[in-house]
């Protein structure tokens, strides 16, 4: 009986060993999952916005790091805050009502010290609810301003017109541009057409241009030169008259530069002298035997 006795003692003290084992052991668990859950990471170039199920979002941003929080009632939202490129097209009009498709690169990122007021309006996507809208606005407000020819010539003014206007209106919904650029710039099929058959016809009208003003100065080239040699057989006539000697001179003139060449040259050569005007001592003209003859 004192057998039987303690044998059923036994059993209630071994149960309530166990059921102490099994309690340590779920409040182990639990503080283990607490403190896990009350940890969280924020990664290098993001940031945290905490919110609260009480008290909605807080205006406590968290940096980099290991933060704590209260698990179940706060909830982290991680932004990556690193500058991010977007490439934006669009279609508008230019001042001469011709069409123009615009693609702008954009370099953004949140402004980390708004970062509440971006959840709380805009959300985790707010490049893409805010970026596509502005940039349309602001690219219809600028090209609209200059013609399709001046959008070519004057790319850089319009490049610089379009980046701070587009700086100004990001602001207002916190968000940072660190660089706006104009990547491609075309425009419809007719009138890339009509640019290149202007460009045809200006080269056209400028060789016919040059071809004129070519001959004008062939033409002026050929009268000063008939105007000079005329001169000069003007000049001549009037020495023959005045000295009847000037034809001797020219005759020993002409002979000496035959007998030159033909002095310098390899072949030999055997002519008359008087074909050749080297007799200069001989045939004289009538009017210097005259003279001489007195």
Known sequence: GAGGEGGAGGGPAGGNAATAMARVAVGLGLLSYGAYSSLFNVEGGHRAVMFNRISGVQDTI??????????WFDLPVIYDVRTKPRNIQSLTGSKDLQMVNVTIRVLSKPDTAHLPW?????????????????????????????????????????????????????????????????????????YTNAVEAKQVAQQD???????????IQDKKSVIIRAQGEATAAELVGRSIQQNPGFIELRRIDAANEIARTVAQSQNRVFLNADGLMLNVGGNKPASIR????S
């Open 62 to 71: 968290k940096s980099e790091g290991t933060h704590f929080r209260i698990p």
């Open 118 to 190: 971006i959840y709380q309006r805009l959300g985790l996507d707010y490049d893409e609810r805010v970026l596509p809208s502005i940039v349309n606005e602001v690219l219809k407000q600028v090209v609209a301003r200059y013609n399709a020819s001046q959008l070519l010539t004057q790319r850089e003014m319009v490049s610089r017109q379009i980046r701070e206007a587009l700086i100004a209106r990001a602001n207002d919904f916190h968000i940072l541009l660190d660089d706006v650029s104009i990547t491609h710039l075309t425009f419809s099929r007719e």
């Open 205 to 215: 009208a400028e060789r016919a241009k040059f071809i004129v003003d070519k001959a």
């Open 290 to 293: 005259a003279s001489g003859a």
